[in-house]
């Protein structure tokens, strides 16, 4: 199973359930892996709340490349309508609701 299919189990039982039910077991439930497979991709339910901040992150930055604007500002804001037209503020709203920490919603370095 890839990492990308295990997060999209985690946001969808976090948008179904809520932060209280984000388990490494209730996702590897919801995924259809064992949580022995889920480990071996995050070894914690931080490890794992982290991989969907990095993967919004990520994907907040792709939507900024798309803009056609000739200041960060002005693609800063496009982005942001782009994201609450597509529904993907939703995401960020149910991730950070799972990060009972505020130090997993800080991207971790990169080298």
């Given at each position: 199973?890839?990492?990308?299919?295990?997060?999209?189990?985690?946001?969808?039982?976090?948008?179904?359930?809520?932060?209280?039910?984000l388990?490494?077991?209730?996702?590897?439930?919801?995924?259809?892996?064992?949580?022995?497979?889920?480990?071996?991709?995050?070894?914690s339910?931080?490890?794992l709340?982290?991989?969907?901040?990095?993967?919004?992150?990520?994907?907040?930055?792709?939507?900024m490349?798309?803009?056609?604007?000739?200041?960060?500002?002005?693609?800063?804001?496009?982005?942001?309508?782009?994201?609450?037209?597509s529904?993907?503020?939703?995401?960020?709203?149910?991730?950070?609701?799972?990060?009972?920490?505020?130090?997993?919603l800080?991207?971790?370095?990169?080298?």
């Amino acid at each position: 199973m890839r990492r990308d299919e295990l997060l999209d189990a985690a946001e969808s039982l976090l948008a179904d359930q809520g932060a209280h039910a984000l388990t490494l077991a209730a996702v590897a439930e919801r995924a259809g892996v064992s949580k022995g497979g889920l480990l071996y991709h995050f070894n914690s339910k931080d490890a794992l709340v982290r991989a969907m901040v990095e993967r919004l992150i990520a994907d907040f930055d792709d939507l900024m490349a798309t803009q056609d604007h000739d200041t960060y500002t002005k693609r800063y804001v496009a982005a942001t309508f782009a994201a609450v037209r597509s529904g993907r503020l939703r995401r960020w709203a149910v991730v950070t609701g799972a990060a009972g920490d505020p130090t997993l919603l800080a991207p971790s370095a990169r080298p």
